[in-house]
């Protein structure tokens, strides 16, 4: 190796001049252990002076480590540059320890080794790089998308003065480096014009990559010609308005899932996304999800109830997963509701999207949110998540984060779909929108 060093959580880097990575010796699936020589030869001051330099750098690592690896402190990490291209990789330590037997004295010249064993993650990362993106409001050309491209609270694909109105980004097939799938940094510029309280994040790799089923309420098999109204602040410009009497669960909307969708997702993992269209009484009211096919249920959902600071204007109900059958049957998506304020109560309704959840992520703000302006975002590889007001601001740590991160695969068409909230007001306005950009650290099991 050209260049090899320890870079501890403090900023310092320690070389490691002269030594040689012997073969692994053992390699769990958690984590990888290498065994490092250093061949030690001079006079017995300077072979007594190395042994204490490095000496006294494995042990600075290994207080490091003592102090743990959350985001607060970092992590401590192996360094190694790869000439010709002269290329940075790193790969975080999770432990060490080392033996430096007495040296043989020759005359004037001192011999001896010293052996260092790095218990580390199984992966080499390298320097991170930004990612091309590509939508309906910005075709990507291969190049990077440092300025991010824009996503809408809606996938109905209407123009509207700021773009044409979709939820998602993709990435092309030689978007994403590396050689193994690889966390995803993920920054949120809030265009919006209203704070931001909560982000949904869905991944699909699969083709097709635009499998992500937005249902429509006035579609919904139990909505009459007389309950379906005009609303340009919702999807496609109609919204659905349905009754629910009190103490009675009632079916509310069902939909027809056609064959074709089960067999273009057979067996993927969706999070079913509620948005409803106006604010009258959806704080009193439960709803469930359910797949039937004919009068039997094949799943369901547990009743989804509005918790105290949570969305209001949309409901997120728990990922399900859709039946992976060979020649699936046609299944129907029912929604019902109950509530017991003791009266009838109108529910308006604007669409069902279930988003992709192979690989996703929920954001959540405490207080205030991110402001207009202000950046969300998402760390997959420091298994961290923050706001930042502004290019000079610090960071704040005031999210929560729900999964390891957005998980991206090299060599596959990948199509990431948002959706936002904002806690504040209760809403999810449609034309509200987030300017997306993306980075990631490529991956590779070995340097060589």
Not at 34 to 46: I, Q
Not at 127 to 140: D, F, H, K, T
Not at 407 to 431: C, D, K, M
Request: contains cysteine.
């Amino acid at each position: 190796m050209d260049e090899m060093f320890f870079d501890l959580p403090d900023g310092a880097r320690i070389p490691l001049q002269g030594g040689a990575i012997l073969a692994a010796s053992v390699k769990p699936v958690s984590a990888t252990e290498d065994e490092l020589e250093f061949a030690l030869r001079g006079t017995a001051d300077e072979v007594r002076q190395t042994r204490q330099r490095l000496g006294r750098a494995f042990s600075q690592a290994q207080s490091a480590l003592m102090q743990g690896d959350m985001p607060a402190t970092g992590a401590t990490y192996w360094l190694c540059r790869v000439h010709p291209a002269d290329l940075l990789w790193r790969s975080r330590i999770l432990a060490l320890r080392w033996d430096a037997p007495a040296w043989e004295v020759n005359g004037m010249i001192a011999v001896g080794r010293l052996h260092v064993w790095i218990t580390r993650l199984p992966f080499w990362e390298g320097e991170e790089v930004a990612l091309a993106l590509s939508n309906a409001i910005g075709v990507g050309n291969g190049d990077p998308t440092p300025d991010g491209l824009t996503v809408f609270n809606a996938n109905d694909g209407l123009m509207t003065l700021e773009g044409i109105r979709h939820n998602w980004v993709e990435l092309a097939e030689d978007a994403v480096p590396g050689e193994l799938p690889v966390l995803a940094r993920v920054e949120l510029l809030n265009l919006g014009a209203r704070a931001v309280t909560t982000v949904w994040m869905g991944v699909r790799s699969r083709l097709p990559v635009d499998f992500a089923p937005l249902l429509e309420a006035e579609a919904g098999a139990r909505v009459g010609s007389d309950t379906i109204f005009p609303a340009d602040d919702c999807s496609s410009g109609v919204m659905a308005q349905v009754s629910l009497p009190s103490g009675v669960e009632t079916e509310l909307l069902r939909w027809q899932l056609p064959r074709a969708l089960f067999a273009a997702g057979s067996g993927e993992w969706l999070r079913p996304i509620l948005r409803f269209a106006r604010e009258w009484n959806i704080a009193q009211v439960a709803l469930q999800l359910a797949l039937e096919w004919d009068v039997t249920r094949v799943w369901q959902s547990g009743w989804a109830w509005p918790e105290l600071g949570s969305a209001f204007a949309i409901r997120a109900f728990d990922p399900f997963r859709l039946p992976d059958t060979p020649d699936p049957a046609a299944l129907d998506l029912v929604l019902r509701g109950t509530q017991h304020s003791g009266a009838s109560l109108t529910i308006a309704l604007d669409f069902l999207a279930l988003l992709p959840f192979n690989s996703g992520q929920t954001l959540r703000t405490q207080g205030y949110g991110a402001a207009v302006g202000a950046w969300l975002m998402e760390d997959g590889a420091a298994q961290s998540a923050y706001l930042q007001e502004g290019a000079d601001a610090g960071r704040v740590s005031l999210v929560s984060r729900e999964t390891q991160g957005i998980w991206l695969t090299p060599g596959l068409r990948q199509r990431i779909s948002f959706f936002s909230h904002s806690n504040l007001a209760y809403v999810a306005e449609i034309h509200q929108r987030l300017q997306v950009r993306m980075w990631v650290r490529p991956r590779k099991e070995a340097l060589t």
